[in-house]
T-cell receptor, first 116, second 113 residues
Framework: AQSVSQHNHHVILSEAASLELGCNYSYGGTVNLFWYVQYPGQHLQLLLKYFSGDPLVKGIKGFEAEFIKSKFSFNLRKPSVQWSDTAEYFC??????????????FGKGTKLSVKP | SAVISQKPSRDICQRGTSLTIQCQVD?????MFWYRQQPGQSLTLIAT?????????ESGFVIDKFPISRPNLTFSTLTVSNMSPEDSSIYLC??????????FGSGTQLSVL
């Protein structure tokens, strides 16, 4: 069955440290890729998405992600984190079948704690 | 943790009909959310459904079109009423536990002809 794996359950960083959160999916076809964030007490917010084109995608708040098709990966990065980035981050994949939108699958999430 | 069973997983419906999507959780949760993802889009929150109170709808979504029931702490339904092709989407339920952890259903793929 198709799945999305986020390798890190909980990441703890100090402010100004660099961040990379791993995301891998298992599906050999066409995908749309998303990173969502949930700040404490809020609902999901889109950070960035990849549908096609440049595999390096820039999102809000200084986040970026790179789609590497050969590795089935879509890792999230930020050069310098801030305390306000403390949140839970979800990778999600929409599988496309013949141009039609298919299953939407979420990873289990990575909790990021940034120490001031 | 929480395990969510969402049904149906997919359906093809005729214009003008209604479809009710069910979301069953294996533990009691206070907050349940209903989202949709239209083709080529990201998730959009439809409403938040708390047990014992009326659902809270986001801008652009109304109760007459998307009535929600939340009869107890483990179950909720979302109805897509008087469907049109523009309602073709993935509909997703999600729950948030007391520790803020989010869990997602498997989604319902709806195609309206």
């Amino acid at each position: 069955a198709q799945s999305v794996s986020q390798h890190n359950h909980h990441v703890i960083l100090s402010e100004a440290a660099s961040l990379e959160l791993g995301c891998n999916y298992s599906y050999g076809g066409t995908v749309n890729l998303f990173w969502y964030v949930q700040y404490p007490g809020q609902h999901l917010q889109l950070l960035l998405k990849y549908f096609s084109g440049d595999p390096l995608v820039k999102g809000i708040k200084g986040f970026e992600a790179e789609f590497i098709k050969s590795k089935f990966s879509f890792n999230l990065r930020k050069p310098s984190v801030q305390w306000s980035d403390t949140a839970e981050y979800f990778c999600a994949v929409t599988l496309n079948y013949g141009g039609s939108q298919g299953n939407l699958i979420f990873g289990k999430g990575t909790k990021l704690s940034v120490k001031p | 943790s929480a395990v969510i069973s969402q049904k149906p997983s997919r359906d093809i419906c005729q214009r003008g009909t209604s479809l009710t999507i069910q979301c069953q959780v294996d533990s009691q949760v206070t907050m349940m959310f209903w989202y949709r993802q239209q083709p080529g889009q990201s998730l959009t929150l439809i409403a938040t459904a708390n047990q014992g109170s009326e659902a809270t709808y986001e801008s652009g979504f109304v109760i007459d079109k998307f009535p929600i029931s939340r009869p107890n702490l483990t179950f909720s339904t979302l109805t897509v009423s008087n469907m049109s092709p523009e309602d073709s989407s993935i509909y997703l339920c999600s729950v948030r536990l007391e520790n803020e952890k989010l869990f997602f259903g498997s989604g319902t793929q709806l195609s309206v002809l």
